[in-house]
């Protein structure tokens, strides 16, 4: 998520916006993007809850009217976070096939880079679950942004209105439909499609997904 904010600031600076850098969100320490709502209390709850477990973090602040290009500056900045989020997950893959090497060479680091397979497994999987379920076309999340410079103008307003509801029915969709089940699917055939050229290199002890 860390990644994922920065890549958002950092695509408004290039677009022309300094507004993250200059409030200093354009950073990889992490506590600078903890929001106490999202990525404490919103957790914790749905974990004491046995609900599934989702968080965010804080978003870094943009302003548009800033960008040299509004139209195309918004999309750019709304799009770098999940693009930085798939850069990651393909990553993930290679990085796989180097620890598997280095594993094989030195057995005695076998036990402990098998772990660090495992991790790099459930980082392509979490990273890809961040690209589609930011996609998702309900505000405030990044592809809302896409979406409504697709719409006529009345529409995009009545949409963006409706972003004050955006988090509650996303709730609501998250727990009490299937809606994501089906929206997220391309997940697993993704995850699978990186492993398969790492299936030789996976260390005895990796149990991979």
Known sequence: ??????AHGYAALRQGDPTAYQLGRLTWNPVRHIDPFMTIIVPLILFFTHMPIIGGAKPVPVNPRNYRRFKRGDIIVSLAGVATNL????????????????????????????????????GIVFNLVLVLFNLFPIPP?????????????????????????????????????????WWLWPVNAGTQLLLAPTAAFHLSSAAVL
């Open 1 to 6: 998520m860390v990644a994922h904010e920065y």
């Open 87 to 122: 850069v990651i997950a393909v990553l993930c893959a290679p990085l796989i096939i180097v620890v598997g090497l280095i594993g094989h060479a030195v057995p005695t680091l076998a036990s402990s880079l098998a772990l660090l397979q495992v991790m790099l497994t459930y």
């Open 141 to 181: 999340l990044d592809g809302s942004h896409v979406v409504k410079h697709l719409l006529p103008p009345s529409w995009s307003l009545r949409y963006q209105q409706f972003g004050r509801f955006g988090f509650i029915v996303l709730l609501l969709l998250l727990f009490y439909t299937p809606v994501f089940n």
